[in-house]
């Protein structure tokens, strides 16, 4: 008898997955970045209001997508039944290639070099701390979904904790003016000589990126109770939850820092805590990293290795990383491959430029992916659908625009790392056509 995923997540596990893949470190460090490119309180909100309202117009999509084809593999699955196996093993090949070990790696030693200052030891042993981490996490995922899932909700509601630290410290400091900011006459001005149109694009794209990662649940569809229920659910609840904690957590900045001392900081959440609590709330943050990176390392390598399982029992990778263990029920292989492979990059130290060659191809994917649903709807029909789109298709062609946007900006902002990425991804033309010719003499 075949081994299958089982199904053991609720509501709460997926909904904390959400959260999980979304939250990493980029809300305690990057904000300044907005800031620094609009100017102005009501702008710098309004942007992170405004790409939340993106990253809930995409969970609805995934989420009628979700109840649609509730199957392992997520966006992968979409894209084969829509538009054939060639895009979907694309999109497997650049999560497995680079988005996904790429991320892990570059997460792993962010969590390293925070926990070493936090710990007050030698930086050396980051990248030590970083593999141990990753490997660590591999062995608890293989042991099966719901111990990924554990840790997944114990460290989601550290770092939900880690930054309602931070939103209370900056409500407490409403009323009272910011500390003066010593570095504001070397920042550039915030316009840039665009108009305001082209700069909130500008400050749009680096909070699209830091809103992605909700996709990451449907990865794990087949292993949810109930999955054309909850899934739905847990897509909106989540991304809810991660808007709410994004632009509280903007306007605590806000409070404790002003504009000019939000983008002057490289951490704000570290400066915002330090402005109540001294010391000791840079200690509190630096540890609210240290959980956040962690959970967020645990939920990349908890759902990702589905997308691989997936591929392989389509024929078009090796044949063992389809097999399921057949007493955890876990893609054994998979799980361990993508441990492996990120850990090797950690060492390497190419994940950074890695990611930025293919950091375009996550929206290439995500409106193509979106745009299946308009093959779903057509060739299903409605009938039995109870979770659909708002606004549909007005909602839907407005993500597939901002999608086609970041792709373009991220093109046009570096050419040379497009097509580096868009080079790995022809790469994968021969490897598809490889496994199609061994899936045909199978």
Same mark, same amino acid.
């Given at each position: 008898?075949?081994?299958?995923?089982?199904?053991?997540?609720?509501?709460?596990?997926?909904?904390?997955?959400?959260?999980?893949?979304?939250?990493?470190?980029?809300?305690?460090?990057?904000?300044?970045?907005?800031?620094?490119?609009?100017?102005?309180?009501?702008?710098?909100?309004?942007?992170?209001?405004?790409?939340?309202?993106?990253?809930?117009?995409?969970?609805?999509?995934?989420?009628?997508?979700?109840?649609?084809?509730?199957?392992?593999?997520?966006?992968?699955?979409?894209?084969?039944?829509?538009?054939?196996?060639?895009?979907?093993?694309?999109?497997?090949?650049?999560?497995?290639?680079?988005?996904?070990?790429?991320?892990?790696? $570059?997460? =792993?030693?962010?969590? &390293?070099?925070? %926990?070493? @200052?936090? !710990?007050?030891? +030698?930086? /050396?042993? #980051?990248?030590?701390?970083?593999?141990?981490?990753?490997?660590?996490?591999?062995?608890?995922?293989?042991?099966?979904?719901?111990?990924?899932?554990?840790?997944?909700?114990?460290?989601?509601?550290?770092?939900?904790?880690?930054?309602?630290?931070?939103?209370?410290?900056?409500?407490?400091?409403?009323?009272?003016?910011?500390?003066?900011?010593?570095?504001?006459?070397?920042?550039?001005?915030?316009?840039?000589?665009?108009?305001?149109?082209?700069?909130?694009?500008?400050?749009?794209?680096?909070?699209?990126?830091?809103?992605?990662?909700?996709?990451?649940?449907?990865?794990?569809?087949?292993?949810?109770?109930?999955?054309?229920?909850?899934?739905?659910?847990?897509?909106?609840?989540?991304?809810?939850?991660?808007?709410?904690?994004?632009?509280? $957590?903007? =306007?605590?900045?806000? &409070?404790?820092? %002003?504009? @000019?001392? !939000?983008?002057? +900081?490289? /951490?704000? #959440?570290?400066?915002?805590?330090?402005?109540?609590?001294?010391?000791?709330?840079?200690?509190?943050?630096?540890?609210?990293?240290?959980?956040?990176?962690?959970?967020?390392?645990?939920?990349?390598?908890?759902?990702?290795?589905?997308?691989?399982?997936?591929?392989?029992?389509?024929?078009?990778?090796?044949?063992?990383?389809?097999?399921?263990?057949?007493?955890?029920?876990?893609?054994?292989?998979?799980?361990?491959?993508?441990?492996?492979?990120?850990?090797?990059?950690?060492?390497?130290?190419?994940?950074?430029?890695?990611?930025?060659?293919?950091?375009?191809?996550?929206?290439?994917?995500?409106?193509?992916?979106?745009?299946?649903?308009?093959?779903?709807?057509?060739?299903?029909?409605?009938?039995?659908?109870?979770?659909?789109?708002?606004?549909?298709?007005?909602?839907?062609?407005?993500?597939? %625009?901002? @999608?086609?946007?970041?792709?373009?900006?991220?093109?046009?902002?570096?050419?040379?790392?497009?097509?580096?990425?868009?080079?790995?991804?022809?790469?994968?033309?021969?490897?598809?056509?490889?496994?199609?010719?061994?899936?045909?003499?199978?």
């Amino acid at each position: 008898m075949a081994v299958t995923y089982a199904r053991r997540l609720g509501l709460f596990s997926g909904t904390m997955s959400v959260v999980g893949g979304i939250i990493g470190a980029g809300i305690f460090l990057n904000p300044a970045i907005v800031a620094q490119r609009v100017g102005t309180p009501t702008a710098t909100i309004g942007v992170w209001v405004l790409g939340g309202a993106v990253a809930l117009i995409g969970a609805f999509v995934y989420g009628e997508l979700g109840q649609r084809r509730p199957k392992v593999g997520g966006g992968y699955a979409y894209l084969r039944e829509a538009f054939g196996p060639f895009p979907a093993f694309l999109y497997a090949w650049a999560l497995l290639l680079i988005i996904a070990p790429g991320a892990i790696a $570059a997460v =792993a030693v962010t969590f &390293g070099n925070y %926990g070493a @200052a936090l !710990l007050g030891v +030698s930086p /050396a042993v #980051a990248r030590p701390a970083a593999v141990a981490a990753i490997l660590l996490l591999t062995l608890i995922n293989c042991l099966g979904v719901t111990f990924g899932a554990i840790t997944q909700n114990i460290f989601t509601l550290l770092k939900l904790a880690a930054i309602g630290a931070v939103v209370v410290a900056g409500l407490l400091t409403i009323g009272h003016p910011p500390p003066p900011c010593l570095d504001c006459a070397a920042l550039p001005s915030p316009s840039g000589g665009l108009p305001m149109v082209g700069v909130v694009g500008a400050a749009l794209v680096p909070v699209l990126f830091s809103y992605g990662g909700w996709q990451q649940t449907n990865f794990i569809a087949e292993e949810m109770i109930d999955a054309e229920r909850n899934l739905p659910k847990a897509l909106v609840l989540g991304v809810v939850i991660v808007v709410l904690v994004y632009v509280l $957590a903007n =306007a605590a900045y806000l &409070g404790a820092l %002003g504009v @000019a001392g !939000l983008a002057a +900081s490289s /951490a704000p #959440a570290a400066d915002t805590m330090e402005a109540l609590l001294g010391t000791t709330g840079r200690a509190l943050i630096t540890a609210g990293i240290v959980f956040s990176t962690f959970g967020f390392l645990n939920l990349v390598i908890l759902v990702t290795p589905r997308v691989f399982q997936a591929m392989a029992a389509d024929g078009l990778f090796f044949d063992r990383f389809a097999r399921l263990h057949p007493r955890f029920r876990t893609p054994v292989a998979a799980i361990v491959f993508l441990g492996v492979w990120s850990s090797i990059l950690v060492y390497s130290g190419q994940y950074g430029a890695l990611l930025d060659y293919v950091v375009f191809a996550d929206w290439i994917f995500f409106g193509l992916t979106a745009l299946t649903l308009l093959v779903f709807r057509r060739r299903d029909g409605m009938a039995e659908v109870q979770f659909r789109v708002p606004g549909y298709p007005v909602t839907l062609w407005l993500f597939v %625009g901002v @999608a086609a946007y970041v792709v373009v900006g991220s093109i046009v902002s570096n050419p040379g790392n497009a097509l580096r990425g868009a080079g790995l991804l022809v790469l994968a033309v021969p490897v598809y056509l490889y496994w199609r010719g061994v899936a045909a003499r199978r």
